[in-house]
């Protein structure tokens, strides 16, 4: 029997897509390049500083200057957190229901809680989750199971007895490992090469009001 619903946050829960993509065009507009057009960003949204700057300048963690540029992409993010970023539709209605009937949710996410947390308060929902576990609260990020090991511990569940809802493949993977049922948010992300239906589980979804059927 499922006991709590937790979640991933960028392209699972909300659409940042559009406040990382402004800070990225920002340094880009900065070094005398075109902005890139969000249908271009949003694919590698829930990568993160590392995903982004590959996308955006072909730069990867080691090469001279990424953690300059990684510092001064993140402080761009910082200044424009939630302008443009919000819930996806239908995400609202589907934590309502969770409420309605008892079941608990938390949120457990590779972002670090500089930007998670304060993101909670202005999408109005640091009082609504029973968790939060973010990247840098952990060793060792998702794929690794870590974080999802102590949200369930957090909110008292058993794996077992948690859905991981998530929009990329490493959320199907620290799923897995963990002992949780992944579900994937076809309506996400999805930035990895190959399709969700591939990523190891047979439940996806295409609006977030389709969960509710898992349960």
């Avoid at 539709?89 to 930007?115: M, Y």
Wanted: include cysteine; glycine fraction near 8%.
């Amino acid at each position: 029997m499922i006991k709590a619903v937790l979640f991933d946050f960028d392209g699972t829960l909300a659409d940042t897509a559009p406040d990382l993509g402004h800070a990225l065009n920002r340094q880009r507009i900065m070094r005398g390049l075109p902005e890139l057009p969000i249908e271009q960003i949003r694919p590698v949204a829930s990568a993160g500083s590392r995903g982004l700057l590959a996308l955006g300048f072909n730069i990867k963690p080691g090469d001279q200057g990424y953690e300059q540029m990684r510092d001064e992409f993140l402080d761009f993010y910082a200044q424009r957190l939630c302008h443009d970023t919000q819930l996806f539709q239908g995400v609202s209605e589907l934590l309502e229901q969770l409420k309605l009937r008892g079941l608990p949710w938390g949120i457990v996410t590779n972002k670090p809680a500089r930007f998670t947390r304060p993101l909670l308060q202005l999408l109005g929902l640091e009082q609504q989750t029973a968790c939060v576990v973010c990247g840098d609260e952990v060793n060792h990020t998702k794929p690794h199971p870590e974080s999802l090991l102590k949200a369930s511990h957090q909110i008292n569940n058993l794996p077992q007895e948690c859905i991981y809802l998530g929009d990329d493949m490493r959320d199907v993977q620290a799923s897995l490992a963990a002992g949780m049922l992944p579900i994937v948010a076809r309506y996400g992300y999805l930035g990895n090469s190959e399709p969700p239906e591939k990523w190891g589980t047979k439940h996806l979804i295409d609006h977030p009001h389709e969960l509710l059927r898992y349960l």
